[in-house]
């Protein structure tokens, strides 16, 4: 029997299920093909094609047609009557911004009426034009997304025969990672989520580490996020107490991790955050944690940012498995509220309304790592003079409104009967401010570190939060999302009043590495911690972990090497 199998509701102990929508024979999709015919032959994942072929201007109404492949290696079926083969030499002569084709899996569409609007803009098409552009679209986008386009671009297949014979050979960057692939451990020599980091930095493609790992300006906030955490020190207690008394001794050789959050049950206080683009890691992507988060009985956020789509996530869920989605309002509300009815209709249980990210943070990893690729690429809110403020982060937030403000929660709550949580809150105020709006619950968030450099560690505001307005604490559901590390991360948060902690690095980079059982393990690393934690603590169910277990210490443990 699994070792949490005993934990966890008894829906949630039930087999995965065969992904499927309806009862129809499982047809394949865009991405798996692609996954069928290159992920298998043992290459790594490709580069990311810059800016990300039409993929922002779709998020906000996610498709409501996924495109189907029958068979590996088929693509689907065309919109139009298609005579014949077109030949590589054809395309090669639509390379401009008048004519501008592409090859994505065998097919060939024309993509000139997107260059207008492309959020990316339209130089990162016209530099992929003419040519295959599989390896660079396939990652990032959802399967769905080429059927938005209009009937007509659906040129036809191109014919085999007259494709370079070096069209799908490996890059050096792919060697690359293929030779770091060689030398990972099996998930289960990994003993703790830093390890995970560190092997993904040799694994995945420059491309996806630096968009997973990149933060804000010189860092300050990502390492306050984890470094808030050392600054509380446990109290543990051997006696248990009643009402002051004495009972006995705590025997804690049975234990419940098990807790209500989002309304939602949980066997553990975490949840996966919800993260972007985990296809540039592993070609299930998103899947992958889904699959996890129900073999494990805990709660996963899908990004309005995700590279697979609902209908994917939904499909490989279990019957009983709940998610939830995270949006980021569009500056069109008509798209939002299509893509909430969607969403809603699928099952999604609550609306996860991003807060801290009005525009994207500048991430220079991300910058880097792009080059040349972004050069005429504009971002999101400008063309920068000097090319900054440009990256994978600026290339898919461009439908993303500013302006979102207060006033967009009353206007969620009247199109939606989901409980609405506000993530990315970031001073007391706002706290207070969220619950009299009526929002289920807030999420403590710098968004890991990613936007404004120096903004309070998830942590300490929690802190915070606990010394100025302990009852809100008590009255509302309040998470944080950010900096967690460690079992005794999950523990400390809970003591000062937490519901629960969200998770998001760890699994994209355990999912790049392993996928599934990657995602998995993070799960499985983080209960066995947190359950020795409340051992140590003396405590038998969550309820029972109060402040007076820990102390706050104004200082910094001494710099250390790990051994």
């Known amino acids: 029997m699994h070792i949490a199998s005993e934990l966890r509701p008894e ?8 992904p499927s929508i309806s009862a129809a024979p499982r047809r394949r999709s865009f991405c798996h093909a692609f996954v069928a015919s290159d992920w298998k032959a043992g290459y790594p994942r490709p580069r990311l094609f810059a800016g990300g072929a039409v993929f922002g201007a779709y998020i906000g109404y996610a498709a409501l047609h996924p495109v189907y492949l029958d068979t590996p290696g088929k693509a689907p079926v065309p919109s139009v009557q298609v005579e014949k083969h077109i030949t590589y030499q054809e395309v090669q002569r639509h390379s401009t911004s008048e004519s501008c084709w592409v090859i994505i899996n065998g097919q060939v569409y024309d993509a000139t009426s997107v260059l207008k609007w492309h959020p990316g803009g339209a130089g990162v098409i016209v530099r992929n034009s003419g040519k295959d552009a599989t390896k660079a679209f396939v990652p990032i986008h959802p399967p769905d997304t080429l059927q938005q386009l209009p009937i007509a671009a659906h040129l036809g297949p191109v014919d085999p025969a007259t494709m370079p014979t070096d069209a799908h050979q490996p890059t050096e960057e792919e060697l690359r990672v293929a030779e770091a692939r060689k030398l990972i451990p099996h998930p289960s020599l990994v003993l703790n989520l830093n390890e995970i980091e560190e092997l993904a930095q040799n694994v995945l493609t420059k491309t996806a580490w630096a968009y997973y790992r990149s933060t804000a300006d010189d860092e300050n906030t990502y390492f306050e996020n984890t470094a808030s955490f050392k600054r509380f020190w446990f109290r543990p207690r051997v006696t248990l107490l009643n009402f002051g008394c004495v009972v006995s001794l705590n025997k804690i050789s049975r234990i419940s991790t098990t807790r209500s959050m989002f309304g939602l049950p949980s066997s553990l206080p975490i949840y996966i955050s919800p993260a972007a683009l985990m296809r540039l890691g592993h070609p299930d992507g998103e899947m992958n944690a889904t699959r996890a988060a129900g073999r494990e009985g805990i709660l996963q ?12 996530c939904v499909s490989v869920k279990l019957p009983r498995q709940d998610l939830i989605f995270q949006l980021y309002m569009n500056k069109d509300r008509s798209a939002s509220d299509v893509l909430i009815k969607k969403v809603e209709s699928q099952g999604f249980k609550a609306i996860m309304l991003t807060v801290d990210a009005a525009v994207p943070g500048k ?31 600026h290339a898919i937030s461009g439908y993303q409104d500013p302006d979102v403000c207060w006033e967009d929660i009353p206007w969620l709550q009247s199109i939606t009967k989901l409980p609405i949580i506000i993530k990315g ?3 007391v105020e706002d706290a207070e401010k969220a619950f009299r709006y009526g929002v289920s619950a807030i999420i403590l968030s710098n968004h890991g570190g990613r936007e404004m450099d120096f903004s309070p560690a998830p942590m300490t505001l929690l802190y915070e939060l606990h010394q100025t307005c302990p009852d809100l604490l008590v009255d509302h ?4 999302d950010g900096g967690v590390r460690r079992g005794t991360d999950v523990l400390k948060a809970l003591c000062l009043g937490a ?5 998001g690095r760890p699994f994209l980079y355990a999912n790049g590495i392993w996928g599934e059982e990657g995602c998995l393990r993070v799960i499985q690393i983080l209960r066995e911690e947190i359950e020795t934690g409340m051992r140590l603590l003396g405590v038998t169910s ?16 001494p710099p250390r090497s790990r051994l």
Request: charged share 30%; proline share 5%; with cysteine.
């Open 11 to 18: 829906y949630m102990k039930a087999q995965r299920p065969t």
């Open 301 to 312: 956020g899908i990004s309005n940012n995700a590279s697979c789509s609902t209908d994917e």
């Open 363 to 393: 991430r220079e990893l991300d910058q880097r790592a792009k080059g040349d690729d972004l050069k005429d690429m504009p971002a999101a809110f400008g063309k920068s003079d000097t090319g900054g403020g440009l990256g994978v982060s």
């Open 425 to 427: 809150i970031q001073c």
């Open 477 to 480: 559901e309040v998470y944080i």
């Open 499 to 503: 519901r629960g902690v969200g998770i």
């Open 542 to 557: 969550l309820e029972q972990l109060t402040p007076k277990m820990i102390r706050y210490v104004d200082r910094d443990p």
